[in-house]
């Protein structure tokens, strides 16, 4: 698996999640498959398939989560510098009108809060770029140019 940037906060909420689901949500579904074994035949008990499908997401989960905290890598907030780089917060001007977006790791990305993924279209262009460099960007609608006035 490739590095996972991640910010500390985001760090500490998975980390939380990890331990929520091993502790407490695991030990729940474990109850609920208990109790569900109690009514009878297996084959045609709802309440034992719904327990067994979530303790099969829980699990997946909690892998998921363990895998992504092998390769965390923490994104430290950057001030200013001279090339884009996860962590670093870009104003791009495309047309007449300007954006500001902060190049974060996938499981951190909010294109509408404009934290774009360092592994987006968008982002992947921006990576090594300098102010005043001219980036071009495919995107369904066609190519979309956008200049980098400033780098935070």
Known sequence: MQKQYLTQE???????????????????????????????DLSENSEYAEAREEQANVEGRIFELEE????????TKLSGGSTVEVGSTVIVKKGDKTAKYNIVGSYEANPVEG???DESPLGKAFLGKKIGDVVNVTTPGGTAKYEILKIE
């Open 10 to 40: 985001r760090l500490d909420e998975l980390k939380a999640e990890l331990e929520a689901l091993k502790s407490s949500k695991r030990l729940e579904v474990a109850n609920r498959l208990k109790q569900a074994k109690e009514y009878g």
């Open 68 to 75: 992504l905290l092998k390769n965390v890598e923490i994104i």
């Open 115 to 117: 934290r774009i993924s």
